[in-house]
């Protein structure tokens, strides 16, 4: 429920709420304005703040990407100075002090707002109760639901901001990405005829809503024969906004020499594997531009670790039931949404959602938890999750353990650090990471980039003579978001390879360089948390980017943790060691 004016009363039919279901019916409200951004803030969490006195609301707001304005700072402008003056502010999420970044707080504390009530601490570790400490210091009265407020309504305010981070609360707990398995099928229970057809099962409206779960996940994944069998695109048709990356999964890599998602000017196609599997055809996919990713053993757990360590938050499994069983079987599903449509298409050998799990007995049968049921057009769309959404609030920290760097990775005793997501330890060393840059242009005029990944991303097309190239600098200088900026950049690499400065591969060390020196020359904090790894050798995690990275075997090249190394070595008045070593 968006505001227009400024201002709104939250109680509806002249019913006045007072006390908890006053606080839950606001907190309710800041998880739903923090959904709307589902899909754009990932990998990071989804927040929303509402300033409110008593059941006025005065301002609100919400976190489009990393990089853009915080939500509490949204909502403090909207309400103005002074009716933030001993007000509430309600805040889905804990706000995570990402490397000094303070805005959310200090809007807050600025602005004079007297309490804050926080639906849930942050899920990660080194974030956890750290903000909250902060306020409570500097004076605030905080209150956390399910532990300084408990009641049934409370429990209900709670879970709608386990909802809006469900992602996010799966990855923290489990370590693997959140995975929604989706399927349509006729009211017989199959999901094609028996010849394998099955456009379409579900009706316009359905697949509508299938876009949207497409936009809000990071990754789509089918099987070898849905690809052969469909040719699916896997888009999110709905014109702009977030599209996620279309992953295949494929043994024998029996796949078609032309399919739609070999077209990765689209998006970004994965294709995992089988170690070893048909090298000829993974050289062909290569050259058009498609990622193989191979495994010892292709099976759901260890593509679903893979994409965690790529930072993924959430997986939308859109296969048939040969793949969905396995991936059920080992755990790695945590919620099924069914279309379930008015036909019947018979059929003793037409395929059906889920395959074999191995089980003999009824009461062997998985119970889905929390299941709603949604008509849509002649559809009914039936949710429910496999496994409950973790609350990790109950673990309530000790001050010791919200030090921002994790106190149990000792850079002495670790003769190698990882960095590779900006929320992890040492994040603060990734390109993504929020620390704006004033650099040079070609003609020495001063330009403020918001991040080492805008200022690398737009350097490929810097000084090329044409519009498209023009523009795309233009975009990813106007973006406030580094995944943001990675996506423009990559998707022109992709798209018009041709605009690219013709140099690149011989200029793009010496760039990397360049913006790397002036962020860790511009922050002190930075600098300081660089000059604390000494004695260990820096290594950018990217399992993927064999260049920078260091990929998953120690394969890649580590090009921008010696590019660190070397910065390092120079603020220690070192000789650095040569890039090339
Ligand atoms: N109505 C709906 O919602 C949907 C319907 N469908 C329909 O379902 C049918 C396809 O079903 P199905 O063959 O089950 O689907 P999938 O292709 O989605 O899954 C099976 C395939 O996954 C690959 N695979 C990779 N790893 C594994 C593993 N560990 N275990 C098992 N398989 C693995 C194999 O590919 P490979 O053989 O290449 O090695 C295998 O053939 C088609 O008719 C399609 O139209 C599909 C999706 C959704
Ligand atoms: N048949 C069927 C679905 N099938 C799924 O959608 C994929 C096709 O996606 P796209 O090519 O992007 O339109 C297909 O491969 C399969 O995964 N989905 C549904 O919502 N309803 C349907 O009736």
Known sequence: MALSCGAGALAMGGTPFSGHALDAAHVQRA????????????????????????????????????????????????????????ATAYLNLEPGDCHGDDSALSALIQAGVSRVV??????????????????????????VLGEDMRSKIIEDALKSCLVVNAPLLYRAAYGIPYSVLKYAMTLDGKIASSSGHASWISSKLSRQRVFELRGRS???????????????????RHGGGHLPIRIVMSQSLNLPEVANLWDVSVAHTIV????????????LLASKGVEVVEFDILNPRDVMEYCYDRGYLSILWECGGGLAAPAIASGVIHKVCAFVCPKIVGGLKAPTPVGELGMVEMSQALNLTDVSFEQIGP?????????PIPDLTPVIPTLGDTSSIDPTLNPYDANIIFFYKTWDPYGAL????????????????????????HYYQANKFVGVDDPIARACVGEIKSTGSPEEAARIGRTSERQHPHLMRA????????????????KFSTYPHLKSLLLSTVGSVLVE?????????????????????????????????????????
């Open 541 to 581: 995690a990217s399992p993927h980017d064999l260049f920078w990275g260091g990929g998953r075997e120690g394969e890649g090249l580590n090009y921008l943790g010696r590019l660190l190394m070397q910065i390092r070595s120079e603020f220690l008045g070192e000789d650095p060691p040569p890039i090339n070593c």
């Open 118 to 143: 926080v639906g849930l601490r942050h899920p990660l570790r080194h974030f956890r109760g750290k903000a909250i400490h902060s306020l409570r210091s500097e004076g605030l009265l905080v209150d």
């Open 379 to 387: 559809d009914m769309l039936i949710s429910g999750f496999l496994q």
């Open 31 to 86: 998880a739903g304005i923090a959904d709307k951004s589902a899909g754009c803030t990932s990998p990071h969490p989804n927040f929303g703040c509402v300033i409110a006195r008593g059941e006025r609301v005065v301002g609100e707001g919400f976190l489009y990407a990393q990089g853009t304005k915080c939500a509490e700072l949204q909502a403090v402008e909207m309400a103005g100075g002074e009716l933030c003056k001993g």
């Open 218 to 236: 990071d990754a789509v994944i089918v099987g070898g024969n849905t690809l052969r069998r469909d040719d699916p695109r896997l888009t999110a």
């Open 430 to 453: 990734s390109n993504f990471s929020s620390h704006p840059l004033h650099m040079p242009d070609e003609n020495g005029v001063y330009i403020t980039w918001q991040s080492v990944e």
């Open 503 to 518: 140099d690149w591969d011989t200029l793009k060390i010496n760039v990397m360089y360049k913006a790397l020196k002036c």
């Open 272 to 283: 995992t594997t089988q170690r070893g599997a048909r090298k000829s055809f993974q050289k």
